[in-house]
């Protein structure tokens, strides 16, 4: 797959220009902090092995562990860096993280991982009340041939009540932006009975690359039975091709959720 448009010869391009790219591979995935669904077996290794074989040039990655002391003392194979400096080794030059859940032995929350450069970000604590804590990781990139990229790494409450009112912050977030720059949403909406999708899709500058492509979006959860259509992509200044559903092995196996591909156009 070519990542540039007008591909140049070495004789035509102009010395010190980067081509431009306008094509970007993204996954998302809720990696469940590192488990099998119920939390049976310790697979932190065997994803990232998994993540890297999708050689995506964005990965929006959400229940991503910072550190958990009790874990890394019980667990042999616990990394000694975060879960998601563990994810991205060598493949992903640039990550950003967002903590949103702490607690005693440690923190957990959402992480975008990247082959350019993350220019700036921010994690914008989204939590309405009670002790359920959710955030939204805006990061801005440089990729060549764009004055900027949005990516945005998503993670909902599970009350209806408390997603209605984070989408709302998630569309003024989206009003900030530069009206022509590229957006890339993704993640977990936990919005199963797809009212939030419906509140989306009344604004006509997002799409969301399932739907768009097979009328719904994705059946994403529970990983060895999907019911529920839980994950999403959406987009604001790019076209989606080819969403893929990651549904057959090892990535059952994996997490509890499965995870999402698509090619973006920018």
Same mark, same amino acid.
């Given at each position: 797959?070519?990542?540039?448009?007008?591909?140049?010869t070495v004789?035509?391009?102009?010395?010190?220009?980067?081509?431009?790219i306008?094509?970007?591979?993204?996954?998302?995935?809720?990696?469940?902090k590192?488990f099998?669904a119920?939390?049976?077996r310790?697979?932190?290794?065997?994803?990232r092995?998994?993540v $890297?074989?999708t050689?995506?040039d964005?990965?929006?990655l959400?229940e991503?562990?910072?550190?958990h002391?009790r874990?890394?003392?019980?667990y042999?194979?616990?990394?000694?860096?975060?879960q998601?400096e563990?994810?991205?080794?060598?493949?992903w030059?640039?990550?950003?993280y967002?903590?949103n859940?702490v607690?005693?032995?440690?923190?957990?929350?959402?992480?975008?991982?990247?082959?350019?450069?993350?220019?700036?970000?921010?994690?914008?604590?989204?939590?309405?009340t009670?002790?359920?804590?959710?955030?939204?990781l805006?990061?801005?990139?440089d990729?060549?041939?764009?004055?900027?990229?949005?990516?945005?790494?998503?993670?909902?409450s599970?009350?209806e009540?408390?997603?209605q009112?984070?989408l709302?912050?998630?569309?003024?977030?989206?009003?900030?932006l530069?009206?022509?720059?590229p957006?890339?949403?993704a993640?977990?909406f936990?919005?199963?009975?797809l009212?939030?999708?419906?509140?989306?899709? $009344?604004r006509?500058y997002?799409?969301e *690359?399932?739907? $768009?492509h097979?009328?719904?979006? *994705?059946?994403?959860?529970?990983?060895?039975f999907?019911?529920?259509?839980?994950?999403?992509?959406?987009l604001?200044?790019a076209?989606?091709?080819?969403?893929?559903?990651?549904?057959?092995?090892?990535?059952?196996?994996?997490?509890?959720?499965?995870?999402?591909?698509v090619?973006? $156009?920018?």
């Open positions: 797959m070519t990542r540039t448009s007008k591909p140049q004789e035509s391009m102009p010395l010190n220009e980067t081509p431009t306008d094509r970007l591979r993204v996954l998302t995935v809720n990696t469940h590192g099998t119920l939390n049976r310790f697979i932190l290794p065997e994803l092995e998994a $890297r074989s050689s995506a964005l990965v929006f959400q991503v562990v910072g550190e002391d874990h890394s003392s019980r042999n194979d616990w990394p000694s860096t975060s998601y563990f994810l991205a080794d060598s493949m030059s640039d990550f950003a967002g903590r859940a607690y005693p032995d440690g923190h957990h929350g959402n992480a975008l991982l990247s082959k350019y450069p993350i220019r700036e970000y921010r994690n914008l604590d989204v939590s309405i009670g002790p359920e804590r959710r955030g939204l805006h990061c801005v990139l990729v060549p041939g764009h004055a900027e990229v949005h990516a945005i790494c998503v993670h909902l599970l009350l009540s408390h997603r009112l984070q709302q912050l998630l569309c003024q977030l989206l009003e900030s530069p009206q022509q720059a957006v890339i949403i993640g977990d936990n919005d199963w009975q009212q939030g999708n419906a509140a989306l899709a $009344r006509d997002l799409h *690359a399932f739907e $768009r097979h009328g719904r979006p *994705a059946k994403t959860y529970p990983a060895r999907p019911l529920l259509r839980l994950d999403r992509i959406y604001r200044n076209t989606s091709h080819e969403p893929r559903i990651l549904g057959t092995k090892p990535w059952t196996h994996l997490s509890d959720h499965l995870p999402l591909a090619e973006v $156009r920018l």
